[in-house]
């Protein structure tokens, strides 16, 4: 895969929130292929947008700085960061971390059934980020599905659907398991 170049600086208005659009209106979904040891001092900057994210260490060890938590994640794992959450990543050297990003919509249309019923709870309760172990069962499943997204945008004649539905599995293994 190719590195994203065009896209190594967080733009961010007075209130830390990012200032680029993720996506599109008609598909909320973007996909980044990052090397951090792109991004100056090896750090995507503290930032906040209303997208969810999902992040897979593919390699290297990255430091999270989520909220007002901080912890380092060694490859093989991955994390997800709640709509308008403060967060910040960093490597001492290159860490390699696939990730992406959708609107809540993107999951189920916003006023519909399943929005109020399955979205709309976790995206405005007190989760803001949830850490993803392989050894964990329920984790690794989540994990697999975060690396079958991945796959997915790398020339998949269907990559859209295809995307749209593990989305909707990705949710299903976080609400199903998180409080």
């Not at 967060?87 to 399943?114: G, K, L, W």
């Amino acid at each position: 895969m190719n590195y994203n170049t065009d896209y190594n600086k967080i733009m961010t208005d007075e209130n830390l929130m990012e200032t680029i659009q993720h996506g599109s209106n008609s598909y909320p979904f973007h996909f980044y292929y990052d090397n951090l040891a792109l991004f100056d001092f090896n750090c995507i900057e503290w930032h906040w947008h209303t997208e969810l994210e999902f992040v897979y260490i593919e390699s290297g060890t990255v430091t999270f700085w989520i909220g007002e938590k901080q912890f380092a994640l060694p490859e093989g794992n991955g994390v997800f960061i709640n709509s308008k959450v403060l967060h910040r990543f960093y490597s001492p050297t290159e860490a390699v971390i696939p990730n992406f990003v959708c609107m809540p919509f993107f999951i189920a249309e916003q006023d519909s059934f399943i929005y109020y019923k399955y979205v709309l709870p976790v995206i405005s309760s007190a989760l803001s980020f949830q850490i993803f172990n392989e050894k964990i069962p329920w984790q690794a499943e989540t994990l697999s599905i975060i690396k079958q997204v991945i796959a997915a945008q790398d020339g998949v004649s269907s990559c859209e659907l295809v995307t749209a539905s593990l989305m909707q599995r990705l949710w299903l293994e976080i609400y199903e398991n998180t409080d």
